[in-house]
């Protein structure tokens, strides 16, 4: 667990050295002073690759890719469906940045994949939601019933979380964000938790009693988060450890056509964006 935290707290650290978005979720305005400022007659021409889930990032993007084609900067935002591809991409030089992944998520990607990604920015967050699959409510909850949570370490820990935030199960002390189905001490109603791909979890929802989905899945699968069940508490520990992050390979941080797209990313018209698309889903920090 102090690993953890030490991983979380170096990610926010590079990102408040950065002029895009807010840095350790406290909100902050860009500094728009002339001598700060993205210079757009060093990036006019520019061509940006980012890669992106489809919803909501890509959806987000394509906001900010209005606001810097007015600076002469051209957005080209790649579609992916996983969690994997798009970082190595970051890595290897085939994207400028990616868009799709919490703090949390890429600090443990660098720690087992050894790359070497930062925050360039901290956009938004996800709330986690808890669906009715087979079973329409908490109180209907049989014994012995099924709840999948996604099966990659983070994403785990936190839906566990959820469940516990709900009373469904207890997990031991300092299970903390890593959690897993080891970690549960107290389980009345004999849950069965079936782990999937996050990807997988809208998908297999009806074959289940009831799943927690990632917040992209769930959009991109059409659940809205005033539908869940349950929602994970906005001043919990995991609204904190798993804002939305821009990313890009260390060392690029500093580049006027990055710092152009943070920019564009923590703006009154993407934030405006989500508030009126996502309903609650999708949650800006800046």
């Known amino acids: 667990m102090k690993k953890l935290t030490s991983l979380i707290l170096t990610g926010v650290l590079s990102c408040t050295l950065l002029a895009g978005c807010a840095g350790s979720g406290t909100a902050t305005t860009p500094n728009t002073d002339a001598s700060t400022a993205p210079q757009t007659d060093t990036v006019e021409g520019t061509t940006i690759t980012v890669g992106a889930s489809p919803a909501p990032h890509a959806e987000i993007l394509e906001v900010a890719k ?31 940045a990616n868009y799709f992944q919490h703090i949390t998520y890429m600090n443990e990607f660098n720690e087992s994949s050894g790359t070497h990604l930062v925050s360039a920015a901290e956009v938004h967050y996800e709330p986690f939601g808890l669906y009715a699959g087979k079973t329409a409510s908490l109180d209907e909850l049989a014994d012995g019933a099924q709840i999948a949570v996604p099966n990659d370490a983070t994403n785990e820990g936190r839906a566990l979380l959820l469940l516990q935030q709900e009373g469904l199960i207890t997990l031991s002390e300092d299970a903390g964000l890593t959690a897993t189905k080891a970690d549960i001490v107290d389980n009345p109603k004999n849950l069965e938790i079936v782990e999937l791909e996050a990807s997988q979890l809208p998908v297999r929802l009806g074959d289940v009693d009831m799943a927690v989905i990632n917040g992209n899945y769930a959009i991109d699968a059409g659940l809205s988060v005033a539908d869940a069940l349950a929602v994970e508490s906005a001043d919990g520990e995991a609204a904190q450890a798993y804002v939305n992050v821009l990313t890009v390979k260390e060392g690029r941080e500093d580049d006027p056509a990055i710092q152009a797209l943070a920019e564009a990313l923590c703006s009154d018209e993407v934030k405006a964006f989500m508030e009126e698309t996502y309903g609650g889903a999708v949650v800006p920090v800046f």
Do not use: R, S
Not at 82 to 95: C, F, K, R, S, T
């Open 66 to 96: 209005d606001i810097l084609a007015e600076q002469g900067i051209t957005l080209e935002i790649m579609e992916f469906n996983d969690y994997i591809q798009p970082n190595n991409a970051v890595e290897n030089g085939e994207l400028d």
